[in-house]
């Protein structure tokens, strides 16, 4: 039965997909949440799978950049920003009105709103996956022909809300948003990084130690600093606290020289007798993609 269920769901939502309707359901609380994360496990495997996959091989033809970390981002406001606020503001533009309301009952008539309803879903959710090409800052052609891959995460995400939106209502879409945001901002990180052990370099033969923790959030009670020890254009010592990995590298080398994927970070690295800023950045490349 439970099996049922779960086809009955993914067929309703396949059938969404090709024509979007207006019909809402009041299932039992129950179903309600079956429904939730029936949606949200086809969604985490989509984006474990084809989404992995298209990233992949994204990244094989460019590099996506994005800004660097702020260090405002404490586990506190990215909650009420990303978790809460976000997804509030993006179900109100984006889903709200997927509803037919008294409001649109006096200026649209019913069947004429069945009509146009398959076009305000694709064209609201294709706008939504589209607004997420801002979180980046490439501006190539390249770019912007391979855009549709690069936000497809979103679009396919855009299409699961809107289906929550009409079938359910407009406070379960909201409720399924947030869950999504949350798992991407404190679980999924802080799950990959538990496993994921501090960067070790001893540097045998060039005499030199490195160490870098990642941090998930910046810590406003926890001090944050840096010093870097350098002369003759050799580098003796490097420590960070709380740094982002992309000042670290703007601080060094001079900003927008390199580019790395940012992340929160503690690093100490010391050489007895120096190494080159190209040394360092070499060292850095065994572990880090720097461009």
């Not at 049922?4 to 024509?19: C, E, G, H, M, V």
């Not at 960070?240 to 000042?247: A, D, P, R």
């Amino acid at each position: 039965m439970t099996l049922q269920k779960t086809q009955a769901i993914l067929t309703d939502f396949l059938s969404f997909l090709k024509r979007p309707d207006d019909i809402q359901l009041k299932p039992p609380l129950k179903e309600r949440y079956r429904m939730i994360f029936t949606l949200l496990s086809l969604e985490l495997i989509l984006n474990l799978t084809l989404i992995s996959f298209l990233n992949y091989g994204i990244q094989k033809f460019i590099t996506l950049k994005t800004d660097r970390l702020e260090y405002s981002e404490t586990f506190i406001s990215s909650i009420i920003w990303f978790v809460i606020i976000v997804p509030l503001v993006e179900e109100a533009a984006f889903r709200y009105i997927l509803r037919y309301n008294r409001l649109f009952s006096k200026i649209i008539k019913r069947d004429k709103w069945n009509c146009i309803f398959p076009f305000a879903v694709y064209s609201l959710s294709i706008f939504f996956g589209l607004i997420h090409i801002f979180n980046y800052n490439n501006d190539t052609a390249l770019f912007y022909i391979l855009s549709p891959l690069i936000i497809f995460s979103q679009l396919f995400g855009g299409f699961i809300l809107s289906f929550i939106r009409v079938r359910l209502d407009f406070s379960y879409a909201y409720f399924y948003h947030t869950l999504w945001n949350f798992l991407f901002i404190v679980p999924i990180p802080y799950i990959t990084l538990l496993f994921t052990n501090p960067h070790m370099d001893t540097g045998a033969g060039q005499n030199y130690n490195l160490e870098i923790k990642e941090r998930l959030f910046f810590n406003k009670q926890d001090k944050q600093s840096i010093k870097i020890d350098s002369s003759a254009g050799k580098i003796y010592k490097i420590e960070s606290k709380q740094y982002s990995f992309q000042h670290i590298l703007d601080t060094v080398y001079g900003r927008n020289t390199y580019y790395t994927d940012d992340f929160l970070l503690d690093m100490k690295f010391r050489s007895r007798n120096g190494v080159s800023k190209e040394d360092f950045k070499k060292i850095l490349e065994k572990e880090y993609d720097i461009e």
